[in-house]
């Protein structure tokens, strides 16, 4: 996010830090190397940027030149980095004379790599993209295994998605302190719950007809429909592209394959089981 500092909004940026790092970015406009500077800056922190703030400010201002003079800027360009409201970092003009180096500086000021996934994958969740939060918790998750928000994220979209064995693989190495909280218990509860749901006996009758009458196109159908309903839906895949590899044109067993994957966006598998058809159909 970009902003321009000035005397009517400078406390609000500063309070804006305890909630993202707030880049005050105060130049001289008269320096005639401020403009390609700035552009630098705006090219690294970008307009769209939902971790940092940079925000600009003319050092012409009376209420910026104080700030400069409190926190002891006595050259420009320079940035101050603010978080909670206080200063923690002062970044002089010696190190903002290379322009190169400029994304690196502002990309070290970013949240890791395993934070900024997992916010996406909030705000994924919330705009109903299940399957994409997924895969951004998965990522997180393998970086930073034992970071315990993104376990329990991780495994909370895991029982939204069905993924019922991963959602327990992932509890199952919680921490014994963690396993105390409320939010570990919650999960649990909701993980038991959808395994008792998942447990249909309609599919169960499903499964029984199947194994009895395998060369039944209409119950396979069947049977992976209700899979891919249960959660099973890389079990489900796996039967129907077994009669594919037999005949492609088997029944309405490639109408309902392709239907399952349509409902996976976002899925790591969805990849995998579309080049699988794709290779048998071209």
Same mark, same amino acid.
């Given at each position: ?20 790092? +707030? ?35 003319? +050092?012409?201002?009376? @209420?910026?030149? $104080? ?7 006595? $050259? ?11 200063? +923690? ?91 105390? $909280? ?11 719950? @959808? ?88």
């Amino acid at each position: 996010m970009i902003e321009v500092a000035n005397q009517n909004n400078i406390r609000d940026i500063i309070q804006k830090s305890a909630e993202k790092t +707030v880049l005050l970015y105060v130049f001289d406009p008269q320096d005639p190397k401020s403009a390609a500077l700035t552009q630098a800056l705006e090219n690294a922190a970008g307009a769209g940027n939902e971790f940092l703030i940079l925000a600009e400010a003319d +050092v012409s201002d009376p @209420a910026i030149y $104080s700030i400069c003079a409190q926190i002891g800027i006595t $050259s420009l360009p320079a940035i101050c980095v603010l978080e909670n409201g206080r200063p +923690v970092d002062l970044v002089l003009s010696d190190r903002l004379s290379n322009l190169e180096a400029v994304p690196g500086l502002i990309a070290s000021f970013m949240p890791a790599k395993e934070k900024i996934l997992f916010a996406e994958a909030v705000k994924l969740e919330e705009a109903g993209k299940n399957h994409e939060a997924f895969a951004k918790l998965q990522e997180a998750f393998e970086i930073a295994p034992k970071d315990i928000n993104i376990r329990f994220g991780f495994a909370d979209i895991a029982i939204k998605t069905k993924k019922l064995d991963k959602a327990r693989e992932i509890l199952a190495g919680t921490d014994p302190a963690d396993q105390q $909280s409320q939010i570990y218990q919650d999960l649990m509860a909701a993980l038991t719950l @959808a395994e008792k749901n998942r447990e249909n006996p309609e599919t169960r009758i499903l499964e029984t007809r199947h194994q009895e009458n395998p060369d039944d196109l209409d119950i396979a159908e069947q049977l992976a429909t209700a899979w891919s309903q249960d959660g099973k839906t890389e079990e489900a895949l796996q039967l129907l592209l077994s009669y594919l590899k037999r005949d492609l044109n088997a029944g309405n067993i490639k109408k309902v394959y392709l239907d399952i994957l349509s409902t996976m966006n976002g899925d790591p598998l969805q990849g995998k089981y579309r080049r699988a058809v794709y290779s048998l159909m071209y």
